[in-house]
Structures are given as structure tokens and as C-alpha cells.
């Protein structure tokens, strides 16, 4: 049964050179995880893979990954028939109770299928919308630092921007984007977003990486690209051609 839609915004990056101390050991250096902003979006529609959706900003979680920092921002679809009266983390438990406990579950124990341990959270309480629009504003200044080359490209990212740079101007409504569902498996904003279920299994994200690729085919620099990040991100090697 899904628990809620998996994806992104879009112009938004989680820079790697902006660390802070972990508030476990007071030692350790937590830094970006050098992906976009994920969301999870938690309307009672199954939203189609790579569609763009309208969405009202609820909070988010802070999910430690692998010693990473992963935002988990919370939404729900603008046009979804409880959008007029959940506005917040407090209205979403008032009108789904339980909803944000299977957040936090999912999100310590979704990479347990893949054979690793346990992830850890900043706070197991989620933060407010205040907190996800100053996150989602920071990230989008770095998106367009990284993409302006303002700062180095460290990583080598395939950047193709057209049209304008600025800033984006969010608000308690934005547009998110669908990512590439994990294996283990997005505010008003554009979301492209897949459902999640909560028994998703082992490899059915490199297979769903792998089938992005190929629909990349008119553009052979972001294909491969987008082959490298599937490989980089499930530890697997596979020809474009394979259907598994």
C-alpha cells in the first residue's frame, strides 16, 4: 500500500562544502549530500512518474545519511481534497493521524533492505514550514551559485541551464519535481513524483535509473551522465540495453 509520493525540486542543491557538527557526538562534520531537495508528498493520489504537481509546504525532516545531510521536505498536492485543511506538520497530524510516525519509520529503516544499518535523524521531531522554506532557499542559492559557476564545480556535475538563473521566490506553495525512485522504495511547486510503497524492494531503483537513461538518447553528454549517477548511486554496472 503506498504511504505517500517520492520527488524533487528541481534548482535546488544540497552543497557538500556546508557542514555543521553533529549534535550526537559534537565532533563529527555533517555536510550536504550533493543531490537536489527531496520531498514527500502525502495526498491521497498516486502521482505518475515525472509528473509535475503543485504543492503546499508542510515542514520537514532532517534525515542523516550515511553521515550526509538529507532534507526530507513534507508536502501535500496543492489540488489534493485535504489541501484545504492541512496547512502545517500539526493540521497533517490532526487530519492523518499517525502519517508523520510512518515518515520517521521509513525514513530510519528504507536502506535495512539494501543490507545496511539503521539511519539516524537530526531531531525525530520534524520541523516547521518556516525551517523547509529557509532550506529550500538556501539550497536554490547554491543551485544557482553551482550552476552560475560562482563556485567550483568540484564534482565535475553536468550542468545545462537555459533561460534564467535568478533565485527562485518560494513560497508556502512551489513546484517539485519527480526524482528516480531509491531501491528501497515529492509545495503550490511543480512536483514530478512517483509512489512509494511502504515494501518497496532491493533493485528496482537501478533498473528505474537505468530506464531514465535511456530515454536520454537525443543528448549522448547527459546520457552517460545520467548512466554514471545510476551507477555511483546503486554500486552496480549495467549495459543500457539490459532489461533487468
Given at each position: 500500500?503506498?504511504?505517500?509520493?517520492?520527488?524533487?525540486?528541481?534548482?535546488?542543491?544540497?552543497?557538500?562544502?556546508?557542514?555543521?557538527?553533529?549534535?550526537?557526538?559534537?565532533?563529527?562534520?555533517?555536510?550536504?549530500?550533493?543531490?537536489?531537495?527531496?520531498?514527500?508528498?502525502?495526498?491521497?493520489?498516486?502521482?505518475?512518474?515525472?509528473?509535475?504537481?503543485?504543492?503546499?509546504?508542510?515542514?520537514?525532516?532532517?534525515?542523516?545519511?550515511?553521515?550526509?545531510?538529507?532534507?526530507?521536505?513534507?508536502?501535500?498536492?496543492?489540488?489534493?481534497?485535504?489541501?484545504?485543511?492541512?496547512?502545517?506538520?500539526?493540521?497533517?497530524?490532526?487530519?492523518?493521524?499517525?502519517?508523520?510516525?510512518?515518515?520517521?519509520?521509513?525514513?530510519?529503516?528504507?536502506?535495512?533492505?539494501?543490507?545496511?544499518?539503521?539511519?539516524?535523524?537530526?531531531?525525530?521531531?520534524?520541523?516547521?514550514?518556516?525551517?523547509?522554506?529557509?532550506?529550500?532557499?538556501?539550497?536554490?542559492?547554491?543551485?544557482?551559485?553551482?550552476?552560475?559557476?560562482?563556485?567550483?564545480?568540484?564534482?565535475?556535475?553536468?550542468?545545462?541551464?537555459?533561460g534564467n538563473t535568478d533565485v527562485t521566490n518560494f513560497d508556502t506553495s512551489t513546484t517539485m519535481q519527480q526524482?528516480i525512485p531509491s531501491s528501497s522504495s515529492s509545495s503550490s511547486s511543480s512536483l514530478s513524483s512517483s509512489s512509494?510503497?511502504?515494501?518497496?524492494?532491493?533493485?528496482?531503483?537501478?533498473?528505474?535509473?537505468?530506464?531514465?537513461?535511456k530515454s536520454l538518447s537525443s543528448d549522448a553528454m547527459m546520457q552517460q551522465k545520467c548512466v554514471d549517477s545510476?551507477?555511483?548511486?546503486?554500486?552496480?554496472?549495467?549495459?543500457?540495453?539490459?532489461?533487468?
Amino acid at each position: 500500500t503506498p504511504i505517500f509520493n517520492y520527488g524533487l525540486f528541481p534548482q535546488t542543491w544540497e552543497d557538500p562544502s556546508i557542514c555543521y557538527t553533529s549534535p550526537q557526538d559534537g565532533i563529527t562534520q555533517i555536510c550536504g549530500d550533493d543531490d537536489p531537495l527531496d520531498v514527500i508528498e502525502i495526498g491521497s493520489t498516486k502521482l505518475s512518474m515525472l509528473s509535475i504537481t503543485p504543492v503546499k509546504i508542510l515542514g520537514l525532516f532532517e534525515l542523516i545519511d550515511e553521515g550526509e545531510t538529507d532534507y526530507k521536505i513534507i508536502v501535500i498536492n496543492a489540488n489534493d481534497e485535504d489541501a484545504n485543511k492541512i496547512h502545517d506538520m500539526e493540521t497533517l497530524e490532526q487530519s492523518k493521524p499517525g502519517m508523520i510516525s510512518l515518515i520517521r519509520k521509513w525514513l530510519i529503516e528504507y536502506k535495512t533492505s539494501e543490507g545496511k544499518g539503521l539511519n539516524t535523524l537530526a531531531s525525530n521531531i520534524p520541523s516547521d514550514k518556516d525551517k523547509a522554506l529557509t532550506v529550500m532557499k538556501e539550497c536554490n542559492e547554491r543551485w544557482n551559485l553551482l550552476v552560475t559557476n560562482a563556485i567550483p564545480n568540484s564534482k565535475s556535475h553536468y550542468i545545462h541551464v537555459k533561460g534564467n538563473t535568478d533565485v527562485t521566490n518560494f513560497d508556502t506553495s512551489t513546484t517539485m519535481q519527480q526524482q528516480i525512485p531509491s531501491s528501497s522504495s515529492s509545495s503550490s511547486s511543480s512536483l514530478s513524483s512517483s509512489s512509494v510503497s511502504s515494501n518497496n524492494g532491493g533493485s528496482g531503483g537501478f533498473s528505474s535509473c537505468m530506464s531514465l537513461c535511456k530515454s536520454l538518447s537525443s543528448d549522448a553528454m547527459m546520457q552517460q551522465k545520467c548512466v554514471d549517477s545510476c551507477v555511483t548511486k546503486y554500486g552496480r554496472r549495467r549495459n543500457l540495453r539490459s532489461d533487468n
